[in-house]
DNA sequence: ACTATCACG
DNA sequence: ACGTACGTGATAGTA
């Protein structure tokens, strides 16, 4: 946890020893006085000449207690809940299996990709989509059997087989394991994992409990608040593309903040040139997928695989849109220059990523560094910003009992104390809304509920 | 230990 | 012609 090497970014191997935890830290640096000396004074020079000791001394370290609280607070869980979900499940599960053995001929394990690919490509003689990514075998992913749904019932049977499976094996049965006595499970957040300088979470990963499908959305119902509490989550919109507007300085992706506007509408009503209204839901879905291309680092073919769009039609798409956001394209380009002239890209708060590859002969690695260089001041920035909100945070309620329990990348989630309600709800969204001054203005959704579910 | 898959932002 | 969106972590199967 202590979080040194991410602001290097270099010399990882050297340094490796500061990845230990702050408890064993202490205990190192107990048995071993020289310990916290020989790595202050490896690292402190480096930190310095790079301008990254504000980083350091006013997000990093302050927000390492911050965490540890997190931490030690943990969540509830409702396991009763999950109990109940996992027999629907499983009973659901077993019907699948019934029915896919039908179609199949014969039994087999579906969780087997090598022996589901035997099924679907040589015994139903469906066609291949492609390799895995290793090239060991016919890929049987999920948009790889959503195309092969429309030919055979088996591939649909197999995806819900699939969510089930996922939902049930990684959730609702895993986290009831995990529980304290107290009936709470506690996440451990890291502040060195992730390269762009997000926190990473893991055992459990709360940063990951699912929300996009009904069934999937019910696991958030076993997150409850504790007697006399309710849970508060809030969440930044669209923080990333505001980010973006900033970075970019695009008048366009300004104003449409600056006035609250639904920017994905805004996008398809600029790039289709029509009036906001005449915007079709169609329109708008694309327009929402190529922001989100936009900030990943656009190619047409990939907008083309999340779209109905060809390749061609998506290149269009990308040309038309970088026509009416010309700065958003100079951004993307001054980007990817910074990183071949200094090697790095930068965030808001000057956290570095080093991109090597930006140099490779290899073209698929020299585009990859390019979108890395694209995405990570965005996303490290929200990172940043998000973090800077949750040290103000946690200072403004260290004189209340309500707590900050969990942090999904631009959601915060509060158990409060019924009476601090409304008291915790005023603090968290000015904190959140006024943890930097950017030339748009910041937005955030706050819900309340009994659960995590109800609270969104 | 590696691979494929899929959960989240 | 080529391979293709950014960042993570957990699970099950397989070698």
Redesign the pocket.
């Known amino acids: 946890m202590i979080p040194i090497d991410s602001l290097i970014g270099s010399g990882r191997k050297q340094i490796s020893f500061a990845e230990v935890p702050v408890d064993k830290a202490t205990e190192y640096a107990a048995e071993d006085a020289d310990f916290t000396l020989r790595l202050y004074e490896a690292l402190a020079p480096k930190v310095r000449e790079a301008g990254l000791e504000p980083l350091l001394l006013e997000v990093e370290q302050p927000l390492v207690p911050v965490l540890m609280d997190m931490e030690r607070t943990g969540v509830l869980l409702d396991v009763e809940v999950l109990a109940k979900q996992s027999k629907v499940l499983e009973k659901r599960l077993v019907e699948i299996e019934h029915d896919i053995e039908t179609l199949a001929g014969y039994k087999f394990?579906i969780?087997?990709?090598?022996?589901l690919q035997k099924v679907l490509f040589e015994d139903l003689k469906l066609p291949t989509k492609?390799?895995?990514?290793?090239?060991?075998?016919?890929?049987?992913?999920?948009?790889?059997?959503e195309e092969l749904a429309d030919l055979h019932d088996l591939p649909r049977l197999v995806?819900e087989y699939?969510?089930l499976?996922?939902?049930k094996?990684?959730?609702i049965?895993?986290l009831p394991t995990q529980v304290d006595v107290a009936g709470r499970v506690h996440t451990s957040y890291?502040q060195t994992?992730?390269?762009?300088g997000?926190l990473?979470?893991?055992?459990?990963?709360l940063?990951?409990?699912?929300?996009?499908?009904e069934v999937?959305?019910q696991i958030r119902k076993a997150f409850v608040a504790s007697p006399g509490c309710v849970l508060l989550a809030a969440?930044y919109s669209q923080?990333e593309l505001r980010i973006l507007a900033h970075i970019a300085d695009d008048e366009t992706l300004k104003e449409a903040f600056a006035n609250d506007e639904d920017v994905h509408r805004r996008t398809a009503s600029e790039v289709y040139s029509v009036a906001l209204k005449d915007v079709t839901s169609e329109m708008r879905a694309v327009a929402k997928?190529?922001n989100?291309?936009?900030?990943?680092?656009?190619?047409?073919?990939?907008?083309s695989?999340?779209?109905d769009l060809s390749?061609a039609e998506a290149r269009e798409f990308i040309d038309t849109y970088f026509k009416r956001y010309p700065r958003v394209k100079e951004y993307m380009d001054g980007s990817i220059r910074k990183a071949r002239e200094e090697g790095f890209v930068s965030t808001l708060l000057g956290r570095r990523r080093f991109l090597p590859e930006i140099h490779s002969d290899n073209?698929?690695r020299r585009?990859?560094a390019e979108?890395?260089a694209?995405?990570?001041p965005i996303?490290g920035t929200a990172a940043d910003l998000i973090k800077v909100a949750m040290i103000r945070i946690h200072a403004a309620m260290a004189p209340l009992k309500s707590r900050m329990i969990l942090q999904?990348?631009?959601?915060l989630v509060f158990d409060v104390v019924t009476s601090e309600k409304e008291n915790v709800a005023e603090l968290v969204t000015r904190e959140m809304e006024g943890a930097m001054q950017l030339s748009v203005p910041l937005k955030v959704d706050l819900g309340s509920g009994p659960n995590w579910l109800e609270a969104k």
């Open positions: 394990n969780n087997s990709t090598q022996q492609g390799k895995t990514a290793k090239g060991t075998g016919f890929a049987t992913g999920q948009s790889v059997l995806l699939r969510e499976a996922k939902l094996g990684t959730y049965d895993a890291h994992v992730a390269a762009t997000r990473s979470s893991q055992d459990p990963n940063q990951n409990i699912p929300v996009r499908t999937g959305r969440d923080i997928t190529a989100f291309a936009i900030i990943y680092g656009v190619s047409a073919f990939g907008l695989q999340q779209t390749v073209r698929q585009e990859f979108r890395i694209i995405n990570t996303q999904v990348h631009d959601e």
